[in-house]
């Protein structure tokens, strides 16, 4: 079964360009399609970024596209989320997902598997 863990959350300043990571375990990787949901307190969990299972296809929330940059390494069972120029109103909790169905899918419920989450804490 595959398992997913996150990594490369913190607390930053307003601006900063961290990048989180998702590593995979235990199924073949680069058959998932994954995403980037996230979580602030509160609010229900909302989509950020999806990748296709090669990595040919992303797509973006429009509260990011332009500053957040999905991609993935099949290689190395992972998948980064690069952010830039951070927002106060981007503190959440930052959940990576993968689907056993091919595809681009923007709702949680399609997503099978779940990492525990990596805080994301941006102060201004």
């Known amino acids: 079964q595959l398992q997913l863990a996150e990594s490369g959350g913190g607390l930053v300043q307003a601006g900063d360009s961290p990048r989180l990571s998702c590593a995979a375990s235990?199924?073949?990787?680069?058959?998932?399609?994954i995403a980037w949901f996230r979580q602030a307190p509160g609010k229900d969990r909302d989509f950020v970024a999806v990748?296709?299972?090669?990595?040919?296809?992303?797509d973006y929330a429009e509260s990011v596209k332009g500053r957040f940059t999905i991609s993935r390494d099949n290689s190395d069972d992972t998948v980064y989320l690069q952010m830039i120029n951070l927002k106060p109103e981007d503190t959440a909790v930052y959940y990576c997902?993968?689907?056993?169905?091919?595809?681009?899918?923007?709702?949680?419920?399609?997503?099978?598997?779940w990492g525990q989450g990596t805080q994301v804490t941006v102060s201004s």
């Open positions: 235990g199924a073949t990787f680069s058959a998932y399609p």
């Open positions: 990748n296709s299972h090669n990595g040919g296809i992303a």
């Open positions: 997902a993968a689907s056993p169905i091919s595809g681009i899918y923007y709702v949680s419920c399609k997503y099978s598997y």
